[in-house]
């Protein structure tokens, strides 16, 4: 299959193996800012679907009787069903195909179900989704799998990136399915993360063969067009070159990418675009990803073929990520049999101990004083913005962006991290080019009056919905007076809405120029925390000029 959806599933709940969601009267929009993620939903229930689904308790070549749908495609419909003559469930894939079809097309259809379920048949890997049968029925194919409970790693990246841990060892797992495709003369074609599964007791599953090119085979693609994911595409198969090997493993290296750093490094708005950068955009390096597995990903998005390393220099680099050396900690050895148990010190031995005694009661100070300033998390920088007159702690590997400057709104910069999900931004209205008269007064008028704006008109330059709930407080800034807001709302978007916090510190100088810092992250989720901090760290890191 080429399409690019796939429906999210609880902890135990059987994956839709990279199918879209069943049909609902209002199924939620697209995820904002990924042009190719479609909304996940969570699997209904065994008990509902079966009244919703048509179709649900038919009995498929007179042994798997399907029970509700897991999800659907351009290419067919997946259900979960019961193998009624052994007793367990099962998968199965049922073909669709649009009436109005040719014969001929319909045909190719049929004939690539087959090829998917020849291809994973022919694979005898642990991360292989493991296909049962093949039932015919009125001529089409009908393909039965295992039933793999957990969800994809398209769905997990939804809610955050992967430690470089975790994602070696998941691309250790994709790596060894590869090889068996490879040494079987398979080719998957359509490597993301969408297709790679996350099932129970740590197990990965690479699915979806539906477009597998299999050494000897004619080749099999809709007319007029190419076949898999944008984004995850290799160059050389854009060119429309023949593919390899390689062009497989480039695409493990985007997956790799996108899940230690949060997207795509060619991802754009629409498909040419997105096939314009994987032919000559050079991602950015990986910032998350360190060592090994830096050097993996780096290796593999070569865009010539023949640059990239083999499967066993991967595996190796994998393996070194995913088991890194342990650090060994200082043993202290508890002196006995009447030793003198006092701690002696030379000159150097007291210098050191003068040393630790000054950092730690300097520690102490900044804790009590201010538990973020100080110095900054480890990952931090300062970045001195001259046009700003002030200095802004963000972590090293956000980007910075100039946001178009507009009438009245002052001097402004912004450093979001890679998935989108937290952005830092500082902005400057200086009493000199105040010509609308925008600034409040203090901080705490500028604050309330940005409070009122937000309650009464729903119009604040973010695009937020109405009413959003505020908590406006009173505070501090190198003695002097300042203020602080934090503004829970719903994204404006009516299918999906989705919470979000702003943290926004504001301070109005002697001069009468007015400061405002604001950080935006997810309102709920994994990111909520990590916002927070980030929010935290920030705003007690604030270096204003002159102050």
């Known amino acids: 299959m080429s399409n690019n959806g796939g429906a999210r599933a609880g902890a135990d709940e059987p994956t839709s193996f990279a199918l879209q969601p069943p049909h609902q009267p209002n199924p939620p929009a697209p995820v904002p800012g990924n042009p190719y993620a479609t909304p996940t939903q969570v699997v209904p229930s065994q008990s509902a679907a079966t009244v919703q689904d048509p179709g649900a308790g038919r009995l498929i070549a007179g042994r ?3 029970i509700a749908k897991l999800g659907h495609g351009g290419m067919g419909t997946v259900w979960r069903a019961k193998d009624e003559t052994v007793d367990r469930e099962v ?14 097309e319909r045909s190719n259809v049929f004939e690539r179900m087959r090829r998917e379920a020849r291809a994973a048949a022919r694979l005898d890997h642990p991360a292989v989704v493991d296909v049962h049968d093949v039932a015919v029925v009125e001529g089409q194919p009908w393909i039965v799998m295992e039933l793999v409970r957990g969800r994809s790693l398209g769905d997990a990246l939804q809610e955050g990136t992967l430690s470089a841990r975790e994602a070696a060892r998941i691309g250790l797992e994709v790596l060894g399915a590869l090889e068996a495709a490879h040494a079987a003369g398979i080719l998957h074609r359509d490597v993301k993360p969408d297709n790679v599964l996350l099932g129970r007791y740590d197990r990965v599953v690479l699915t979806d063969f539906g477009i597998a090119q299999i050494e000897g085979e004619t080749n099999l693609t809709d007319t007029g067009g190419f076949v898999g994911s944008p984004e995850y595409i290799a160059p050389e198969r854009v ?13 493990l290296g985007v997956v790799l990418y996108a899940a230690t750093e949060g997207v ?29 597995l830096a050097e993996a990903i780096t290796g593999l998005l070569h865009k010539d073929p023949a640059r990239r390393p083999d499967a066993a220099r991967v595996r190796a680099l994998l393996e070194a990520a995913a088991n890194p050396p342990a650090v060994q900690a200082t043993q202290i050895v508890p002196m006995t049999g009447g030793q ?3 701690l002696r010190f030379g ?10 005694v000054v950092a730690a009661a300097v520690t102490a100070y900044l804790v009590l004083a201010n538990p973020f300033a100080g110095p900054l998390p480890e990952g931090w920088t300062t970045r001195q913005e001259k046009d700003l007159a ?4 963000v972590p090293g590997d956000y980007q910075r962006t100039l946001p178009d400057r507009q009438p009245d709104q002052g001097h402004g910069v912004r450093y979001t991290d890679w998935s989108g999900s937290i952005w830092i931004g500082l902005t400057l209205e200086k009493k000199s080019e105040d010509t609308g008269r925008t600034i409040a007064g203090s901080a705490a008028a500028e604050m309330y009056d940005d409070d009122t704006g937000f309650k009464d008109t729903g119009s604040y330059t973010l695009d937020m919905p109405e009413n959003p709930k505020t908590a406006p407080k009173d505070t501090t800034y190198r003695g002097k007076k300042a203020a602080e807001n934090t ?22 100088t002697s001069g009468g120029d007015m400061y405002k810092l604001t950080v935006s992250y997810p309102g709920k989720g994994d990111f909520t925390k990590r916002g927070q901090e980030v929010a935290d760290t920030a705003i007690a890191n604030l270096d204003i000029d002159g102050t």
């Open 487 to 508: 503004v829970k709302y719903f994204t404006d978007d009516t299918e999906n809405p989705r919470p979000r916090e702003l943290r926004i510190f504001y301070y109005r």
């Open 264 to 292: 795509s490094p060619f991802r754009r708005s629409n498909t040419p675009a997105t096939l314009q950068s994987v032919l000559n955009a050079a991602p950015a390096p990986p910032a998350s990803a360190q060592g090994p």
């Open 347 to 356: 000159r150097k031995g007291w210098a050191g101990l003068g040393a630790v």
């Open 390 to 393: 002030a200095s802004l702690a």
């Open 64 to 66: 798997y009787r399907l």
């Open 239 to 251: 060119l429309g070159q023949r593919p390899g090997p390689a062009s497989d493993l480039w695409s």
């Open 91 to 104: 998968a199965v894939k049922e073909p669709r195909v649009p009436e109005h079809l040719p014969e001929r």
């Open 340 to 342: 003198d148990r006092r």
